[in-house]
């Protein structure tokens, strides 16, 4: 390679920063996918932030409802540990970070960590409210994602918002 090319192969390495999402040509405006991945990082704050919640009742839970309770939380924080890495994959293709720490989560969540081990119903109750809240957050990204024709957030944000509801449902049965 003469070293005219591989000067210019060098400047335009130095030229695609993928931090900010330069670059990247989908058919989607820098500032459309910036507002929803903007979004999708409040969803994911909310789903990790209800994963870890819903880990520590499984760990913490007591009384005569043990075994259901224990086992049932267990299925459910298994699912949100597969669907956080679907939401910050698809901030990534989108061309942005996608937040990663807990300092991070604690200012972009909406849901409220627990300072102590809550009895086990209201452990249930707390777990309606996250599922709640997110499928809140799912929803509020749902118009970002539509106006830029964006069907693979839309596609996410529908099955994760399928989820959220179903799963407060049946949390919220046992209540009855
Ligand atoms: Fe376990």
């Not at 090319?5 to 030229?15: D, F, G, L, V, Y």
């Not at 452990?123 to 830029?148: I, W």
Request: aromatic letters at 6%; hydrophobic letters at 40%.
């Amino acid at each position: 390679m003469s070293k005219e090319k591989s000067k210019t192969r060098a400047a335009k390495a130095a030229k695609a920063p993928a931090a900010d999402g330069a670059g990247i040509d989908i058919g989607i405006s820098k500032s459309d996918r910036e507002a929803i991945a903007s979004g999708l990082s409040r969803l994911l704050a909310d789903e990790y932030t209800l994963y870890l919640k819903t880990h520590n009742f499984h760990w913490n839970v007591t009384g005569p409802m043990f075994n259901t309770l224990h086992l049932m939380f267990e299925g459910q924080y298994t699912e949100a540990a597969l669907a956080v890495d679907l939401v910050a994959e698809r901030i990534r293709a989108l061309g942005f970070p996608a937040p990663g720490t807990y300092s991070q989560y604690a200012k972009l969540s909406s849901i409220e960590e627990d300072e102590s081990v809550p009895p086990a119903l209201d452990m249930v109750k707390k777990l309606v409210k996250g599922h709640e809240a997110c499928a809140r957050t799912a929803r509020s990204v749902f118009p970002l994602a539509e106006k830029a024709s964006d069907e693979p957030t839309a596609d996410l944000l529908t099955q994760r918002l399928q989820l959220h509801e179903k799963t407060a449902w049946m949390l919220r049965s046992l209540l009855e």
